[in-house]
């Protein structure tokens, strides 16, 4: 589980010269990790003449020149990369209450474990650390059987959504603003599993390893670890999840086993989940030290470097809220009241008001807003307007906390590595 700290970043955006020339077409490891049946899970669909395939060529579709290409279990999904696997949801595909499996964002560092590698019956999980008293190794049979089960709906979000937003931009994913969802989870909670191996008094942090690959498909290499600090990890809320909407987890989003840790930077909850630690010191795991997932302690102009000891680990993320109907680019009657709504979500926090700008934030009005199902449910906002006459408007919707923090109509403060961007959705109407 060692990783190389003076390894390259893996690239994160594009297919570039670069990222392409890193593909690793005829390795062997390749061959031996993909089979025909994981290739046709990614693309899709049946390879049908699979048994007249070389071996070691890979698909067309998958290759970095490809087609567009779907991804098996997601639907709509604006997909930003191949390799590795990253997608969004566009606003409007995340106007359910709860987020189906299908039109979850996927956000991989690495490379996917392939689905033979995921049996549930041959799960493992392993519960180790300096700061563990008792280091055990569950089944996942017995980590179901053992401890209790709770069902929580949850936001997951990535710490770079709306990062395409930065100006000057910065590297990493160039999320929009589909980066998030909220899916019901069911599993057990973390903190019953770790008392149940003993946290010793020194612990201070947990940190996960998840089964999927180093993009350079060197096996000594971690492609994310991360974790949070104990007192996170013992909330209520804090679960090792086994099932999504009542189902298996999508194999993208994890399955069969993954941590959700509500409020938090999406990267804290680890997929394909096969170990977690019990740390004695803030966890110091791949893409936990630097600057990864980090802000400036202060308000920085934008383009500047900081001072590596100047960027602080993100906890909870900020106050948001989307626009989910209708679709940006509706034509809508004159005469006709339009209902509009959408979903508002603060991190640790619970949100308190919505309101909709169709003036471009010269005037608001406030939306109903509903409480949360349970703590770290985004939470539903509607409200109906009338246009004062023919032409073009753009919605605006700002939500704000209950610490009285709002959304900003431009962008937040600029930061290096381009999180925590929480500025007003804007949709766009014409009134006919
Ligand atoms: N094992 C593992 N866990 C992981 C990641 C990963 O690449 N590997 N990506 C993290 C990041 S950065 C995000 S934003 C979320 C994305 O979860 P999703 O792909 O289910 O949407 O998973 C987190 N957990
Ligand atoms: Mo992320």
Known sequence: MSSDPSSPAPPQTGRTAENSARFPFSRRSFLERFS?????AAIGAEIVFGDKMPAGLIPVALAQD???????????????????????????LL????????????RNNGVAPVPEALNPEKWTLEIAGE???????????????????????????????????FNPPTHGTQWTTGAVGCPKWTGVRLRDVLKHCGIKED?????????????????KKTTISRGVPIKKALEDESLIVFAMNGEDIPWLNGHPLRLMLGGWPASTCGKWLKKIVIRDREHDGE??????????????????KVPE????????????????????????????????????????NEVAEVHVSLDFGATWSKTELAKPVNRFAWQRWTTQVRFPKKGYYEVWARATDDQGRS???????????????NTCHRIAIQAV
């Open 407 to 421: 959304q900003p109509m431009i962008l937040p403060g600029w930061n290096p590595k381009g999180y925590l961007n």
């Open 131 to 165: 700061s563990c008293e008792k280091p055990t190794t569950f089944t996942l049979k017995e980590l179901k059987e053992k401890f209790e089960h709770h069902t929580l709906q949850m936001v997951l979000e990535c710490a770079g959504n709306g990062r395409s937003e």
């Open 36 to 40: 025909l049946a994981s290739m046709s």
């Open 203 to 219: 612990a201070v942090y947990i940190g996960y390893y998840g089964a999927d690959i180093h993009l350079s498909g060197d096996l």
């Open 287 to 304: 893409k936990m030290t630097g600057d990864a997932y980090r802000m400036p302690r202060y308000p920085v102009a934008p383009g500047s």
């Open 309 to 348: 000891e100047d960027m602080v680990i993100i906890e909870s993320m900020p106050v948001k809220s989307l626009v989910t109907f209708p679709k940006s680019g509706l034509s809508h009657p004159l005469a006709d009241v339009l209902t509009l709504r959408g979903h508002a979500w603060a991190g640790e």
């Open 66 to 92: 490809a087609e567009p290409f779907q991804i098996a279990g997601k639907e709509g999904l604006t997909i930003l990369n191949d390799r590795p696997v990253l997608a969004e949801a566009p606003a409007h």
């Open 95 to 106: 106007d359910d209450a709860v987020t189906p499996g299908k039109h979850l964002f996927i």
